[in-house]
């Protein structure tokens, strides 16, 4: 895996980095050994030039947690469900 790669997924993961300051955050790109234009494209903060930096396309795909709340609820009515469908036999 690229240092490049290793950087975005500690930075999608780290809310932490995310807050940092620019120059705090170029400490942490030059500990990861990103290259200086690694580093502006990430400044940037404009997916293009990442998409530059590799030989293909990049793509990204959020998926949102569900609250706990929802989860429960869902189950619940799952459990439910199949309660009344086992009563119906």
Do not use: H, W
Request: include cysteine; hydrophobic fraction near 35%.
């Amino acid at each position: 895996m690229s240092n490049l790669i290793k950087f975005a997924v500690e930075f999608g993961s780290s809310a932490k980095l995310r807050a940092m300051s620019e120059a705090e955050l170029i400490e942490v790109m030059e500990s990861y050994e990103l290259t200086q234009e690694e580093q502006a494209a990430i400044l940037s903060r404009e997916p293009k030039r990442l998409a530059d930096l590799s030989n293909g396309d990049v793509y990204c795909v959020l998926f949102p947690e569900k609250p706990e709340d929802e989860e429960g609820e869902e189950k619940k009515e799952d459990k439910e469900e199949s309660q009344n469908f086992l009563k119906a036999i």
